[in-house]
């Protein structure tokens, strides 16, 4: 069976997530919080190819993501874990492709990505987050899970159509 | 298709399939190493044709000219306390500036920071200062050849040291994630008011002296161990096309 990881188009596709982190439309955000781009990505990629590409594919998008973004808070674990779960969920239940379920997932996604953050810097801090980083990690976090969940339905179900027409399963 | 009998042949198959993967992991740990330097290169190089033009430089030098009468009554103050006290030399106020367009830019987000369009080539290194219109913005990061990445002072846990002009009291300006940065201050009674200016210290050499960073909202004298304050920043990460890097 071909997998989407063998083809080369599929994996160069990657590459669009960090130019998009880095150009960061200001038009696709709220309250200048753009989306989680590697949620819209993995997501399709994960459900296409499986757990262990999934989870694969979050580590390498996460120390790339890394590397562009200052400050040592990782996004490596949450994409790890979202990529494996997101993989599971493509290879045990009926493909998932309503516009609601992609945006609920990605939704969730993002909040976990948001929430692993917000963890990190509160043990950065000495397990204490003061009322004013509280206040913008919370507006972050709902911020960037709404407009996450809006852009999926659009951006995952164009992704999905293309990657199962070069991987029929 | 048998089973080798060549266990040796068929495991250099298997190093060789795993060959274009050892590459794939080698690739990407030199990516997070090199700090995404080729990524941001070849970002700068892309949106080239996008960067702000020169109408908005001249925006950005006519809204300069604020910060630049407070920064003139701030060294004269200085200038004036100092003269005959001590030998300090300072360097003039337009020597080692570059000017450089914000390529990329997150301000609101998880990561507070710019991408500048300009790197070590033209001679920014990391620690320099980074000014916008009205102020201190932060502080360089990285650099790369052509580009420059910028750790704004709103990012959580930046600190830098400031100094209240009026009161002439230090204290450590913390970044909190949003535009609103806390302010420590080490004194007990440190004679601060709502609408005292904030800068940087008159005798700071990690930072240009005397460069306008915000203004004092709110004071909370009620906390522990040492009041607090609320600063607003004068320069705006959000709205700035072009900085200037105050070069070492």
């Given at each position: 069976m071909p997998r989407l990881h063998r083809q080369p188009i599929c994996v160069a596709s990657a590459l669009v997530v960090p130019f998009l982190a880095l150009a960061s439309p200001s038009w696709l955000a709220i309250d200048g919080v753009g989306p989680a781009w590697a949620v819209l990505w993995l997501l399709p990629w994960a459900l296409v190819d499986g757990p262990v590409s999934g989870a694969l594919a979050g580590v390498a998008l996460g120390l790339v993501l890394d590397g562009l973004n200052?400050?040592?808070?990782?996004q490596v674990p949450a994409l790890l874990l979202l990529g494996w779960w997101w993989g599971r969920l493509g290879r045990r239940a009926a493909p998932i492709q309503r516009s609601l379920n992609l945006g609920l997932l990605a939704w969730l996604g993002s909040l976990g990505l948001g929430l692993s953050l917000i963890l990190q810097l509160w043990w950065r801090q000495g397990g204490a987050l003061d009322p004013l980083t509280q206040s913008w990690g919370l507006q972050t976090l709902w911020c960037e899970a709404l407009i996450t969940g809006l852009l999926a339905p659009l951006l995952v179900s164009l992704q999905l159509l293309l990657w199962r027409r070069r991987v029929p399963s | 298709m048998a089973p080798t009998l060549r266990p040796g042949k068929s495991r250099w198959r298997g190093l060789g399939q795993l060959t274009p993967w050892l590459l794939l992991v080698a690739g990407l740990l030199m990516v997070r190493l090199s700090k995404g330097a080729g990524f941001t290169d070849a970002y700068a190089l892309l949106s080239r044709p996008f960067w702000p033009g020169p109408a908005q430089r001249e925006w950005v030098t006519a809204a300069a000219d604020l910060e630049e009468r407070s920064r003139l009554q701030l060294l004269e103050d200085d200038n004036r306390r100092l003269r005959g006290l001590l030998e300090l030399r300072q360097q003039g106020a337009e020597d080692g500036k570059v000017s450089a367009a914000v390529i990329s830019r997150s301000s609101r987000g998880w990561w507070q920071q710019l991408q500048l369009g300009k790197g070590s080539l033209q001679g920014i290194d990391q620690g320099d200062a980074v000014l916008g219109p009205g102020g201190l913005v932060g502080r360089i990061a990285s650099v790369t050849p052509a580009t420059a990445r910028v750790k704004l002072l709103t990012a959580p846990g930046h600190e830098i040291g400031v100094w209240l002009p009026r009161s002439r009291r230090h204290g450590l300006l913390v970044g909190r994630g949003s535009s609103r940065l806390s302010l420590r201050f080490i004194?007990?009674?440190?004679d601060v008011r709502p609408g005292d200016l904030v800068a940087t210290s008159p005798a700071s050499t990690l930072l240009p002296p005397n460069v306008p960073v915000g203004v004092i909202q709110v004071v909370d004298e009620q906390a522990v161990p040492a009041p607090t304050a609320v600063v607003q920043l004068i320069a705006a990460p959000e709205a700035i096309d072009w900085v200037q890097v105050q070069t070492r």
């Amino acid at each position: 069976m071909p997998r989407l990881h063998r083809q080369p188009i599929c994996v160069a596709s990657a590459l669009v997530v960090p130019f998009l982190a880095l150009a960061s439309p200001s038009w696709l955000a709220i309250d200048g919080v753009g989306p989680a781009w590697a949620v819209l990505w993995l997501l399709p990629w994960a459900l296409v190819d499986g757990p262990v590409s999934g989870a694969l594919a979050g580590v390498a998008l996460g120390l790339v993501l890394d590397g562009l973004n200052l400050g040592g808070l990782s996004q490596v674990p949450a994409l790890l874990l979202l990529g494996w779960w997101w993989g599971r969920l493509g290879r045990r239940a009926a493909p998932i492709q309503r516009s609601l379920n992609l945006g609920l997932l990605a939704w969730l996604g993002s909040l976990g990505l948001g929430l692993s953050l917000i963890l990190q810097l509160w043990w950065r801090q000495g397990g204490a987050l003061d009322p004013l980083t509280q206040s913008w990690g919370l507006q972050t976090l709902w911020c960037e899970a709404l407009i996450t969940g809006l852009l999926a339905p659009l951006l995952v179900s164009l992704q999905l159509l293309l990657w199962r027409r070069r991987v029929p399963s | 298709m048998a089973p080798t009998l060549r266990p040796g042949k068929s495991r250099w198959r298997g190093l060789g399939q795993l060959t274009p993967w050892l590459l794939l992991v080698a690739g990407l740990l030199m990516v997070r190493l090199s700090k995404g330097a080729g990524f941001t290169d070849a970002y700068a190089l892309l949106s080239r044709p996008f960067w702000p033009g020169p109408a908005q430089r001249e925006w950005v030098t006519a809204a300069a000219d604020l910060e630049e009468r407070s920064r003139l009554q701030l060294l004269e103050d200085d200038n004036r306390r100092l003269r005959g006290l001590l030998e300090l030399r300072q360097q003039g106020a337009e020597d080692g500036k570059v000017s450089a367009a914000v390529i990329s830019r997150s301000s609101r987000g998880w990561w507070q920071q710019l991408q500048l369009g300009k790197g070590s080539l033209q001679g920014i290194d990391q620690g320099d200062a980074v000014l916008g219109p009205g102020g201190l913005v932060g502080r360089i990061a990285s650099v790369t050849p052509a580009t420059a990445r910028v750790k704004l002072l709103t990012a959580p846990g930046h600190e830098i040291g400031v100094w209240l002009p009026r009161s002439r009291r230090h204290g450590l300006l913390v970044g909190r994630g949003s535009s609103r940065l806390s302010l420590r201050f080490i004194d007990k009674d440190p004679d601060v008011r709502p609408g005292d200016l904030v800068a940087t210290s008159p005798a700071s050499t990690l930072l240009p002296p005397n460069v306008p960073v915000g203004v004092i909202q709110v004071v909370d004298e009620q906390a522990v161990p040492a009041p607090t304050a609320v600063v607003q920043l004068i320069a705006a990460p959000e709205a700035i096309d072009w900085v200037q890097v105050q070069t070492r």
